[in-house]
């Protein structure tokens, strides 16, 4: 799979069964739906984190879902008055695209992950030795 903002080639890391597609150039992450959906513990808890993005405007251009090729549109989660992060989402539900430190700023809100459970998961997958 190709990134969809340098277009050079991602590299699959798993950890627990899930797979996270990375890109060692610019840093970025694809989630899949279903990766969404196990990162989470299950699709309830998955559609609810969707449900919470709101399509935000913006002058950024649009991306190209890795996986449909198709525009994806910008979302913004976070609370109004609050911290917020700006993602891009594929508009068939093929998954979510986060620039470099996006999902790290996202888990850090706390909205969804009360456990910690991705964020430990992730941290696994990302952290060097001296961060752990």
């Not at 190709?2 to 277009?7: G, H, K, L, N």
């Not at 899930?18 to 969404?36: F, H, N, R, S, T």
């Not at 890795?66 to 891009?88: F, N, Q, S, Y």
């Not at 700023?105 to 752990?132: I, P, Q, R, S, Y």
Request: hydrophobic share 40%.
């Amino acid at each position: 799979m190709d990134c969809p903002v340098c277009a050079n080639a991602m590299i699959v890391l798993e950890l627990d069964e899930v797979e996270v597609d990375y890109c060692g150039d610019c840093g970025g992450i694809w989630l899949d739906a279903g990766e969404l959906e196990l990162l989470l513990g299950g699709a309830g808890d998955a559609q609810a984190v969707l449900e919470s993005f709101a399509t935000a405007e913006t002058d950024e251009a649009p991306r190209k879902c890795p996986i449909c090729r198709k525009k994806m549109e910008k979302v913004r989660i976070g609370a109004a008055g609050g911290r917020r992060e700006m993602l891009d989402r594929c508009k068939k539900e093929h998954g979510l695209w986060f620039d470099r430190g996006e999902l790290q700023a996202v888990l850090e809100m706390g909205h969804f992950d009360d456990a910690g459970k991705v964020k430990g998961l992730l941290g696994g997958l990302f952290c060097t030795e001296d961060e752990k």
